[in-house]
């Protein structure tokens, strides 16, 4: 079993700032990228941000500059500093890991829960 649990969502004015925080536990033997992608309402789930093993770094186009994703490999963990949000931001932001589990070696896609972002203009 696999496990994503996000942490650092909530409610912030338009201009602030909020860290997001993601660990991975379980039956890991690797993970490959690990992500953010965010939901609005009545809106498809997009990518936000990923980032490999190595710390190659991808981001869409609509948060460049504003938000930094890293990683703590150690402890299988993945960050998101949002900086300078906006209204626009608003949704629910998901966790993703793309990771081999330890027996069976099995690649695969897991998700956290969500955590709500809300930015009051």
């Known amino acids: 079993q696999v496990q994503l649990v996000e942490s650092g969502g909530g409610l912030v004015q338009a201009g602030g700032s909020l860290r997001l925080s993601c660990a991975a536990s379980?039956?890991?033997?690797?993970?490959?990228?690990m992500g953010w992608y965010r939901q609005a309402p009545g809106k498809q789930r997009e990518l936000v941000t990923t980032?490999?093993?190595?710390?190659?770094?991808n981001y869409a186009d609509s948060v460049k500059g504003r938000f930094t994703i890293s990683r703590d490999n150690a402890k299988n963990t993945v960050y998101l500093q949002m900086n300078s949000l906006k209204p626009e931001d608003t949704a629910i932001y998901y966790c993703n890991a793309n990771l081999y589990t330890h027996l069976p070696r099995r690649a695969g896609d897991y998700w956290g829960q969500g955590t709500q972002v809300t930015v009051s203009s």
């Open positions: 980032i490999t093993n190595t710390g190659n770094t």
């Open positions: 379980g039956s890991i033997f690797s993970i490959n990228a």
